[in-house]
């Protein structure tokens, strides 16, 4: 049973809402957006990331089937680009139903979702993770991610007291 299927546009409304309001939620835990901001923003990035939706060239969305393939228990999104001249891809969300977790399922996803980039003529595959999200961070390094580039960092110093 194919462990990846293409998401229906059905079931793509409620997979975008989830993300969305994920992706609010994760940058006010990180400190990077103020609570009565976060939604805005969350949706104002998912629109210019996708301005044609699930139509968008280049980004592809699947369901992510459990072993036997009968029932859809989350979904992931990914992104191809080209910069350079090499072409790369980039996991923009991986989404497991709550009821699902920690069952196995986002591995096995993201195993399949190699073999799709490899069919792509792709070699490279990426993506972001909040640093606070310890469980995420454990799953990627186990299946060989390691951190490229770029990390931030901030401090909270308190206001001074007029």
């Known amino acids: 049973m194919p462990i990846l299927v293409p998401m229906s546009l059905e079931s793509f409304g409620g997979f975008a809402a989830k993300t969305v309001a994920s992706y609010a939620e994760q940058n006010v835990l990180s400190g990077r957006w103020p609570p009565e901001r976060a939604l805005e923003c969350a949706k104002a990035e998912h629109e ?3 301005p044609q939706g699930m139509a968008t060239p280049g980004h592809f969305f699947f369901e992510i089937h459990d072993a036997e393939g009968t029932s859809t228990v989350g979904g992931v999104w990914l992104g191809l680009t080209e910069k350079d001249g090499v072409r790369m891809a980039h996991v923009l969300d991986v989404r497991i139903n ?5 069952q196995g399922h986002a591995k096995r996803a993201l195993l399949a979702l190699e073999q799709f980039v490899r069919s792509q003529g792709v070699h490279t595959i990426g993506l972001n993770v909040f640093a606070h ?3 995420a961070r454990a799953l990627y390094e186990s299946l060989g991610y390691s951190v490229t580039g770029l990390i931030n960092m901030q401090k909270e110093i308190g206001c001074l007291d007029a």
Do not use: A, M, S
């Not at 709550?98 to 920690?102: A, K, N, S, T, V």
């Open 48 to 50: 210019r990331l996708l």
């Open 133 to 135: 999200n310890t469980g």
């Open 98 to 102: 709550e009821e699902h977790r920690r």
